[in-house]
């Protein structure tokens, strides 16, 4: 049996945690994982322990979002003295491949590797925008530590690729996962729903852009208005603002924000939405619009290289300037994509990416 170790560090339970948890859930007999945890999550540890999953943790440390480059920096300076604690573990547990996920289990892994005689693979969440020299020539290096480097989506593997521009260091694109929980058989409109329900799912944070939703919202004539609401779900530091912005622009009455969720809740309130709307810029992979199609629902999404990657033809793309529009195009045909974002979602499920993982892992051996 070949041992998996999986090495992150969590924030709460985003888009890295979630894929991690689908994947682990899709047991294969031929081999066993288990997480190390870098940093504690709470939240993460619960879905872990729930789900029969072995973990041991590096530090009991916690890292919120919103955290600095700088802070996260030093942090790993004092991680380094964790290091004989992994090496422990790693032996202790007889690991074959650590499968490490974003900063700073890549660097981790990198250093440990010097020593200890496993294979490794590493999966990076984000869009990468270009490091300065000294950043690129040391995660560079660290990157070329590992057997194999993947990426969730291909314009995140491409950003790597431009960003670390090094010899015999390759990315390759393998999807993140969205849980099945998502899934469903057949979308009905929910009963004594009179508005069409848009959903955002997402941390209030610039990039997610909340705050064109709302003066979107503001752009509408008095009877598209009233024909729509749209339901935030998740918190962040741009809340407060797009709420007074939300009041100060007349829509208060469109709009509904149900602050943090539990992920396990989420298919739920999905189940009771008509179309996702997803107005972020470029990121890693988008995880919440994929939820959306997963559940049946077409996404209103910015025309931009992610979505067209991720989304397609399941949804309806628009320029920034174009948003408001999109609202009103989404009610007039987005019963017509539904089948095209059920199609779409299936290159998503836990099984197909698992699949391409333990593929990796078997090459490896």
Not at 10 to 28: A, Q, T, W
Not at 197 to 219: M, T, Y
């Amino acid at each position: 049996m070949t041992r998996v170790a999986h090495l992150i560090a969590p924030v709460s339970f985003g888009g890295g945690e979630s894929l991690l948890i689908s994947l682990l859930k899709e047991r294969r007999a031929q081999y066993s994982e288990g997480v190390i945890t870098i940093y504690r999550s709470s939240k993460f540890n619960e879905v872990l322990d729930e789900a029969g999953i072995p973990r041991w943790e590096l530090s009991r440390k916690t890292l919120g979002h919103g955290v600095s480059k700088l802070k996260i920096g030093l942090g790993t300076v004092g991680l380094l003295l964790k290091l004989p604690l992994l090496l422990s573990i790693l032996q202790k547990q007889d690991i074959n491949i650590v499968h490490a996920h974003g900063y700073p289990a890549s660097v981790l892994y990198g250093l440990i590797s010097y020593i200890w005689a496993g294979r490794g693979v590493y999966t990076h969440h984000s869009y990468r925008n270009k490091p300065g020299f000294i950043e690129q020539r040391i995660l560079g290096h660290f990157y070329r530590r590992f057997n194999c480097c993947t990426a969730v989506s291909r314009l995140s593997a491409e950003s790597m690729q431009r960003a670390f521009p090094e010899k015999n260091l390759k990315f390759i694109t393998v999807h993140n996962c969205v849980s099945s929980a998502f899934f469903r058989k057949g979308y009905q409109k929910e009963k004594n729903n009179r508005k069409t329900r848009f959903i955002q799912v997402g941390r209030f944070v610039e990039l997610k852009n909340q705050a064109l939703v709302v003066q979107s919202l503001a752009q509408l004539n008095n009877i598209d208005s009233e024909k729509i609401e749209v339901v935030f779900a998740g918190d962040g530091s741009e809340l407060s603002r797009v709420k007074k912005m939300a009041g100060d622009l007349g829509v208060s009455g469109s709009v509904k924000f149900l602050g943090a969720v539990d992920h396990d809740k989420l298919p739920d309130i999905l189940g009771k939405s008509d179309y996702g709307i997803f107005p972020s810029d470029n990121e890693g992979f988008g995880i919440g619009a994929v939820e959306c199609l997963a559940a049946g629902l077409p996404v209103l999404c910015l025309n931009n290289n992610l979505m067209k990657e991720i989304v397609g033809d399941a949804g309806i793309l628009v320029e920034k300037s174009e948003l408001a529009q999109g609202l009103v195009k989404m009610m007039v045909v987005g019963d017509s994509l539904r089948e095209r974002a059920t199609v779409m979602a299936e290159k998503y499920l836990p099984e197909k990416i698992k699949d391409k993982y333990c593929r990796i892992y078997k090459e490896l051996k």
